[in-house]
């Protein structure tokens, strides 16, 4: 097994974006926005890119691009599912909010509005207008125990800061 110590100038220079994973049998295995790419060093000392036909087959058993696409199409699914599951307790959290809290108008906002910006770590975001004062905290205490699966914020458009109102305003869906 032969290791690699230190880095090509062209490797040196974009270092701060890359992620070295695996430097072995002459090949270094480099993931850079998405993409594996894969840069050898030959025996007289030249630098440059491999194909899949050029790659040994201890190589290409590691890199496995089959298991990547996989990866990724399993990680669409989970948050294709999650969303769902997000967007049903928004619509319940909306539900319960009017019926129990008299709030006459519902708003999505944040990142479960869109798909593309969506992520595993994305909450419920949800701007109401008519709740009584009084019954705010307790309106917010009712619908953050509804999924333990996700946070939910609750925001009185007329009392939040500007960015977060501009935002509720453009980008917003009303539930």
């Known amino acids: 097994m032969v290791y690699l110590i230190g880095f090509p100038d062209e490797v040196k220079n974009k270092k701060q ?4 994973f695996a430097v072995q049998y002459s090949i270094i295995f480099i993931h850079y926005s998405r993409c594996d790419t894969h840069y050898f060093l ?11 036909l050029e790659m040994k087959p201890e190589a290409w058993r590691k890199f496995n691009p089959s298991k990547n ?5 399993t990680r669409k699914k989970y948050l ?15 539900n319960l909010l009017r019926q129990k809290f008299k709030a006459r108008k519902i708003v999505l906002f944040g ?38 699966l996700f946070e939910i914020d ?21 539930i």
Not at 17 to 20: A, R, T
Not at 113 to 139: H, M, Q, V
């Open 154 to 174: 609750l925001v009185e458009p007329d009392n939040c800061r500007a960015p977060i109102k501009e935002v509720i305003y453009r980008e917003g869906v009303e």
């Open 42 to 52: 030959s025996d007289s000392g030249e630098f440059g890119m491999t194909t899949a």
């Open 17 to 20: 974006n890359l992620g070295v």
């Open 69 to 73: 696409i996989k990866a990724q199409h």
């Open 80 to 94: 294709k599912e999650r969303r769902e599951k997000a967007l049903r307790v928004a619509e319940e959290a909306a």
């Open 111 to 148: 990142s479960l509005t869109n798909e593309d910006d969506f992520s595993a770590w994305s909450d419920i975001d949800l701007a109401a207008w008519g709740i009584p004062p009084g019954k705010f905290y307790s309106a917010v205490a009712a619908i953050t125990g509804l999924s333990p």
